[in-house]
């Protein structure tokens, strides 16, 4: 079946260091979607890219999406401690894949 | 936050029990899910529905039953509750099939004894 492999397990930085999660899928992808879950929280819904090569901005948050639509990353700049939690990528074929996450911890 | 409640938030059991945790949405979406989610592995799928009465298995359905008699509610039953059932339970919904984007309940944390 369809697998979602998600890079770094865990990672902890300094606050105003950047971060990258990374996530690669087994298969082609129609979409895929980012969640953050705060700690002791549920997952939220941050964005869906759907295009080959696509690249979108939430702020200082950077989602791209590769051209062989099998793998994506999420990078954060200037981290600060609001950026806390575990995000999630979730891969979409014909169900929702989710990646197993990336702890992120930012030490002030 | 979209609306979805999940009760009960909180259960303990004992191993043998039957359980049941609840979805409730006031979002009128066709699609529920239910997962659970565990340290290193994600969020899993249990089990999904696409209409009153209409639920297919996901990737972890052993042990575990479904019910969606109206649009609103969606229930998640353990028959016979284990200690590998230890976990915590997000209900999601989505407006259109399950490629699109879900919007998660506040979760069950589950202990069975």
């Known amino acids: 079946g369809q697998q979602v492999m998600q890079i770094p397990q865990y990672q902890h930085v300094q606050e105003g260091e950047d971060f990258t999660t990374y996530c690669n899928s087994s298969t082609t992808l129609s979409n895929i979607q980012w969640y953050k879950q705060r700690p002791g929280g549920h997952p939220v819904f941050l964005i869906q890219?759907?295009?080959?090569?696509e690249v979108k901005k939430q702020k200082r948050l950077t989602f791209q999406f590769g051209e062989a639509k099998k793998n994506s990353s999420l990078h954060i700049t200037a981290t600060q401690t609001t950026d806390v939690g575990t995000y999630f990528c979730a891969g979409s074929a014909r169900q929702l894949t989710f990646g197993s996450g990336t702890q992120l911890t930012v030490l002030p | 936050d979209a609306g979805i409640t999940q009760s009960p938030r909180h259960k303990v059991t004992e191993t043998g029990t039957p359980v049941t945790l609840r979805c409730h949405q006031t979002?009128?979406?066709?699609?529920m899910y239910w997962y659970r989610q565990d340290p290193g592995h994600g969020l899993r799928l249990i089990h999904y529905s696409y209409g009153v009465k209409d639920t297919d298995k996901g990737e972890v359905s052993d042990g575990y039953s479904v019910s969606r008699s109206k649009t609103e509610d969606f229930l998640l039953t353990l028959e016979s509750a284990t200690s590998s059932q230890t976990s915590v339970y997000f209900c999601?919904?989505?407006?259109?099939?399950?490629?699109?984007?879900?919007?998660f309940g506040p979760g069950t944390r589950l202990t069975v004894t």
């Open positions: 979002e009128n979406h066709r699609y």
């Open positions: 999601a919904i989505s407006e259109w099939d399950t490629t699109y984007e879900q919007y």
């Open positions: 890219l759907v295009k080959s090569g």
